[in-house]
C-alpha cells in the first residue's frame, strides 16, 4: 500500500517559540548577587586602606623627624616640623576650613579636642606655639614627639 505523504496532510516539526532573556535564570541572579558582594567588600577594603594610610604615612614622617631631631634640627625647627606635620594630617582628615586658618591657643585647643585630653595646651604640646619665636629654646623632644605620635594614632 502506498500512501501518498501529501493526502495524510502532515505537517512539519514545530519548535517551541524562543525563549526570553527575561526573567534570567536563577544562576545568573547567583552571579549578580556575587558580583555586587565583591563590589561591596573591595569598597570597604579600599576605604579602610585609605584611612590607615594617612596614619602609616604620618607615622613614618615623624620616625623621619626623630631621626633627625638630635643631629640636624635645634628646637625651633624641630618644633616646626612637628607643628607643620600635624597641621598636614589635620587637613586631611578634618575639613580644612576647621583647622587651616587656626593659630596659637585655638591651633593647640583644636589638637586638644581631636586628642581628647590636655596636653597641647597644659604640657609639652605648648612648645609648638612657643618655640618658633625664642631665639634659644630647650624643649622636651621626647615627651614632645611621644604627644604627636599619640595624637597620630588616635586620629
Not at 590607615?52 to 633627625?68: C, D, F, M, N, P
Not at 591651633?107 to 586638644?112: C, Y
Request: charged share 30%; proline share 6%; net charge positive.
Amino acid at each position: 500500500m502506498n500512501i501518498d505523504p501529501q493526502q495524510l496532510q502532515i505537517r512539519d516539526i514545530h519548535l517551541p517559540p524562543a525563549v526570553h532573556w527575561w526573567p534570567p535564570a536563577p544562576g545568573w541572579w547567583m552571579l549578580l548577587g556575587l558580583l555586587v558582594m565583591v563590589a561591596a567588600a573591595l569598597w570597604i577594603f579600599k576605604r579602610i586602606r585609605r584611612r590607615g594610610r594617612l596614619k602609616r604615612v604620618a607615622l613614618s614622617e615623624l620616625r623621619r623627624i626623630e631621626t633627625r631631631h638630635p643631629a640636624e634640627l635645634d628646637g625651633r625647627e624641630f618644633a616646626a616640623e612637628l607643628s607643620a606635620l600635624l597641621r598636614r594630617v589635620s587637613i586631611s582628615k578634618a575639613d580644612r576650613s576647621q583647622c587651616a586658618g587656626l593659630v596659637g591657643e585655638e591651633w593647640l585647643g583644636f589638637l586638644d579636642k581631636t586628642l581628647g585630653d590636655r596636653r597641647f595646651t597644659q604640657g609639652p604640646g605648648r612648645a609648638l606655639i612657643e618655640a618658633p619665636y625664642r631665639p634659644d629654646v630647650e624643649i622636651d623632644g621626647d615627651a614632645l614627639l611621644g604627644l604627636v605620635r599619640d595624637w597620630v594614632k588616635k586620629q
